[in-house]
Structure formats: C-alpha cells, structure tokens
DNA sequence: GGCTAAATATACTCGCGGGTAAATTAGAGC
DNA sequence: GCTCTAATTTACCCGCGAGTATATTTAGCC
C-alpha cells in the first residue's frame, strides 16, 4: 500500500516516532508510547500552539492514526495536562534536589533558576507556561493551579531563607518571585532550540543580573 | 419584543456596551465604535482567551450580532491584532517620552518600566503578551514581530545609555532586556485588576530588585 | 493453529464558530 | 415624505476538529 510505503520514509527523530516506524520494531511497552505520544504532542504544541494543533496532526506525526491516540490519552486536555506536568516536575526536581543542600539561601536560588531554565528550555516548556487555566476544564484548572503555586511557593521559601541567613538583601518576596518566574518562563517564549544560547548560559546571566542587579556597586 | 427588552437591562460598563445600549443614545462616531469593538475584544480575551473567544461572544457583549462586528473590523485575526497595536503603542509611548529626557540611562529605563507595568496591566496587557505568530497569519507574524522588536531595542538601547554613562553595570544587554522583558510580560499571567496592588507599585518593587540585586550590598 | 485481549485502523457523528449573502432599518439631506 | 447610504440584522454555509462505534489486525498463550 502507498500508506505503507510512505510511513517507511518518515525522518525518525530520537525517542519519537521510531518507535512506530516498522511493524517488526514494535515495542509493546505500554508506558513508553503513552510518553512518546506525550513527548510528540508537546513538541506540536511548542510549534504550532495547542488550538493550532490537531490530534490528528499528532497522530500522524507518530504514524499513527487518532483513535490510537486516544488509546493512550482520554482526551486533548489531558494532554496538555500531562505535557504540563512532564515539565513542571523538572522545576520540582530542581527544587527538592536544593532541599537537603547546606549552603545559602541564595546559592540555592541560584541553583534552582539553572534547573528552572533547563526545564523551560526543554520539550515540556512551553507547555508549561502555556497551560492556562482558560483551555482546561475547572477541575484541571485547579490541578494546575495548585501545582504552579507549589513552585511558587518553593521560589518563595528559598528568598525567605537567603534573607534569613543574610545572603538576600530583606525585599518582597512574592514580587520577587513573581519576577523571577516571569523572566526564566518568558524564555519559552523565545528560545529556539537551534540557538547557540545553552540554557545553562542563560541560566548564569539571568543569575548575575538577579544577584548583581543593575546599579554598579 | 423581548429581545429589545433584555437589551436595556445589560448593565453598561465605562465606554463598552453603553454606546449602544439604547437606540437613542447611539453615536454615529465610527471611531468610537472601532474603539469599542476592540476594548471589548482584549477584554473578552483577557478573560477566555482568544480561542475560548467566539465573535458572537463579543457581539453580544456589545448588544449587537456579529455581522456588526464585521462591519468595523476585518476578521478576529485583525482584532486581537489591533488589541495587540493599542497595548503595544502603550509601552511605545512611554519609551518614546525618554528619549529627550537627559537623566541617566538608569532613571530613564526605570522610567519605561513603570509604564510597561501600567501597559501590561491594562485591558490590553494580555493581547500584547498572547499575541503569539502561532495564531496569526505569516503577514500578520511578521507585522507583530518588528514592532515587538522595536520595543526589544528601546529597551536595549536605554541599557546601553546606562552602561555607558556609567549608571548601570556593564553587561549583557540582550539577556538582561530579556529577562526585564519577560519579567514584566508575565504580569499579565498573573494580575487581576481587582488586585490590590496597582501598577505603580508593581513597578516600584521590581525596579529596586533589577537595580539594586538580591545580594545585600 | 485456534483463542483471547490489546493495539490499531476505518469510517463515521456532530457541534461550534468563522465568515457571508441578502434583507431590513435608521438617518442625513433635500 | 422621498431617496440614498451606512448601519445592523436575519439566516445561512461550511470546514475543521474533537470524539466515538465498530471492525480489524497483532501477538501472546495454550
């Protein structure tokens, strides 16, 4: 069949639709095409935007048709839901790793802002910063938003405990935090992956302007 | 009819639906509806989204059909374009008034900062940040980009201005508009304009974290 | 090699919403 | 009061895309 034929021919990106490439190549590993199909739709998402994406689109991006989708995944929103939470868990990571750290507040900051712009800069980022409470449903809504917060409060209590030790300067800690996340999430919005820009380099500058600040001292 | 009669209860909000809200009260000032149309649109999608946003919502948010909408503006595309415009001039302006001012680089990017944070908390803050070329025609895209970039470079050169005249700390001027940028972007995310904290002040606590750094100094 | 369950595909439904053609109403000028 | 234009409405079209009912294939198992 021509269907066939032209599936052979699909450029096979890593960990992506490989997996369904050749019918002998089939994995039956349940847990690993549910995350590639994760994986494939965040990156749809990333290009074109969640309305702008079809599961159709991602289906046949995974040579696949939807129904398979939808075998994976009980609906479009859940999706997003899951490509959001791939993302924010490297945040969580990144601030439970610092948990168990001896060294200032501040360190520990900076530490957390590098993890934060990995994971920004990763497949997941957009995502993450996309997945507005407008496009899910209520309950949802609610997931995502107590989970955001937890960053939030994570980025919080880290300032809180710089300005206690004294390697923080005393300042409002949620704008502080506010501003800090806007920054490293407004990466999403113009990182390319194809840039030179690392997001460990990033992650270093974002870090001297937050810590040196802009006045000479 | 009953139509007419559920008309006159809408409640008339400032400058919105009130233009049509009784038939003897309609002007015949085309800009003014223009006007109208467009602040109920960033509203609307302020609040739903641009997606979530039917034209019929915005339509019968006015007091009117859809087809009228049609009549002051070309398509939703122009519309969330022309919401994205009217924020975007905001910010323009306010860089724009610094450039016969003869203070500091610092002051005067200060300056632009506080005006950004009132853009951004306008009506038309969230257009301005949504406004994303994934949902606009490649004419469009490329339109929003340059004037984007235009603001990018305000921004730049007023670091510039500093590094030079020795009031800001030589750095990397791209990564620090970004991160200004995006810092100030993401209030849109999440500001009410119910909140008790205005704009000013805002913009207050995060030009002392930029100027002044976390570290005590 | 036949049985069963999981995986995948075919072939639909259906509603929403952008956009429009054609009629209707309002109003300015005479 | 008539006419002509602008403003507005009624009543549509139509495509896209989420989601599904049903058939088919695959593969593990005895």
Redesign the pocket.
């Known amino acids: 069949m021509a269907?066939r034929q032209a599936r052979k021919n699909i450029p096979q990106r890593a960990s992506g639709p490989a997996l369904?490439a050749s019918?002998g190549a089939?994995v039956?590993d349940?847990e690993r095409?549910r995350d590639a199909v994760i994986m494939t739709a965040a990156r749809a998402f990333r290009e074109r935007g969640y309305h702008?994406?079809?599961?159709?689109d991602i289906a046949s991006e995974l040579n696949?048709?939807?129904?398979?989708v939808?075998?994976y995944v009980e609906?479009?929103?859940q999706l997003l839901f899951e490509c959001f939470r791939a993302g924010l868990k490297l945040i969580m990571d990144g601030i439970e790793e610092q948990r168990e750290s001896t060294t200032t507040g501040r360190e520990r900051l900076a530490a957390v802002i590098s993890r934060y712009a990995e994971a920004i800069t990763s497949d997941f980022g957009w995502c993450m910063v996309q997945a507005e409470n407008q496009d899910l449903s209520p309950a949802m809504s609610r997931k995502v938003k107590a989970l955001k917060s937890e960053i939030d409060q994570g980025l919080r209590s880290l300032i809180r405990a710089g300005v206690d030790d004294g390697s923080i300067r005393p300042c409002d800690e949620k704008m502080t935090a506010f501003a800090l996340a806007g920054a490293l999430n407004w990466i999403a919005h113009w990182y390319r992956s194809d840039d030179q820009l690392a997001a460990a380099e990033i992650a270093h500058r974002f870090i001297e302007l937050f810590e040196q600040g802009l006045q000479p001292r």
């Not at 702008?52 to 159709?56: A, E, F, M």
């Open positions: 269907g369904w019918v089939r039956r349940r095409k702008n994406t079809s599961l159709d696949v048709t939807k129904p398979t939808y075998h609906n479009k929103e």
